[in-house]
């Protein structure tokens, strides 16, 4: 496979390309752990009790899903943190901190809010996305991904992926096949009905992978190893290194860009998925990167261990 590795030439040519400051920001109540978009609206996980959906026409919140607050090991009250969420069809599923560290899973069904999995069932969740109207795909610390289904309240399976604990995982726009990755570094294509590994990609990412995206087939992955791995829809794969731990990562909707947070001032760089070409480099983060989110080809939103969530627009 391809290798690329541009250290030097790369810390060069990011000086000389385009920093774009964000147009605009939106401040939630707690520091943003996740971010989905539909629509014209953004929902936001956070750190205090809440998933909070702001209109990108208006730039406002527009609504707060509160639930309530948990005990520390003092028995003091403290906010708890939604590690995850998803949207479809106006329902909203997401991940909240529970007693002794456990999680709860909640749906709120166009307002109707409910808890479909409390900490009774002892899973250490950490992401869950929407398969279909009744089906969720929930990870776990343990590195097992389980198929959900929340109209029967059953598992459909529970697939130990490997020995490795878990770092992230993306479903690709048919809700068919999943990349799903750990801290060996290795990616796992993976059907999604029936948990079957179609194929680990593996040697490029030498350490843990902390975030990945996949869309249109290509695979984006941003690890402790300072690697930004690109693994194409051919099988090929290539690489971009740089000189800091590298916590988040994301394509836009066509694959054709792709956006990688890459140092310690927390800035973005743009570059083309295919050809590498480094583009803008996006600035104003004040914290550390919990995810990047293409809202478009040409608008990209970017959430951080803060309350702000920052915009730019790429020319």
Not at 147 to 165: C, E, F, G, P
Not at 299 to 307: G, I, Q
């Amino acid at each position: 496979m391809k290798i690329l590795f541009l250290l030097g030439t790369l810390i060069i040519t990011l000086l000389a390309i385009e920093s774009l400051k964000p147009d605009f920001s939106l401040q939630a109540s707690g520091n943003v752990q996740a971010m989905v978009h539909q629509h014209d609206l953004l929902y936001a996980a956070t750190s205090n009790s809440s998933v909070e959906v702001f209109s990108l026409k208006t730039r406002a919140l527009v609504r707060k899903i509160e639930i309530p607050y948990i005990k520390d090991f003092m028995g003091e009250k403290m906010p708890s943190k939604i590690y995850s969420l998803d949207v479809r069809h106006h329902r909203i599923v997401f991940i909240s901190e529970g007693k002794r560290g456990y999680r709860n899973l909640w749906l709120d069904n166009n307002g109707t809010l409910k808890k479909i999995i409390d900490v009774s069932q002892k899973w250490f969740m950490r992401k869950v996305m929407f398969v279909d109207d009744t089906h969720v795909l929930i990870a776990l610390l343990s590195n097992e991904l389980i198929l959900y289904d929340m109209a029967t309240n059953t598992v459909r399976y529970n697939k130990q992926i490997s020995a490795s604990s878990f770092s992230d995982f993306m479903l690709s726009e048919d809700k068919k096949t999943y990349a799903a990755t750990d801290e060996s570094g290795a990616v796992h294509l993976v059907e999604t009905q029936t948990a079957r590994i179609q194929k680990t990609l593996e040697g490029q990412n030498l350490d843990k992978v902390y975030q990945l995206d996949y869309k249109q087939g290509v695979i984006l992955t941003a690890g402790q190893d300072r690697r930004c791995v690109v693994y194409e829809k051919d099988g090929s794969a290539s690489y971009l290194m740089f000189h800091f731990l590298l916590y988040s990562c994301a394509l836009s909707p066509d694959a054709a860009r792709a956006a990688v947070a890459y140092d310690e001032e927390n800035d973005i760089l743009i570059f083309a998925t295919h050809t590498k070409s480094k583009q803008y480099n996006l600035v104003g983060q004040n914290a550390t990167l919990t995810q990047i989110l293409f809202l478009d080809a040409l608008h990209v939103a970017a959430s951080s261990e803060s309350s702000t969530i920052n915009f730019w627009t790429l020319k």
